[in-house]
């Protein structure tokens, strides 16, 4: 019997928030995405998503 394979399709937006209060520069912290292991797992659309609140945060004064 050949076992049926299903893909998750779930698209979460990044939980970011932007610290300048403990730091003196502001700092992007990334709330979820990080598996038992460390590592950050993301699909294409989740990468995505990312880089543009990435992009709003080096560009933002």
Known sequence: MKEAKTENKIIE???ITID???NEEKTLIIHNYINIR???VL???EASLLLIELYKFVNSK
């Open 13 to 15: 937006t990044p939980v």
């Open 20 to 22: 300048d209060f403990y």
């Open 38 to 40: 460390g590592k950050m």
């Open 43 to 45: 699909n294409k659309e």
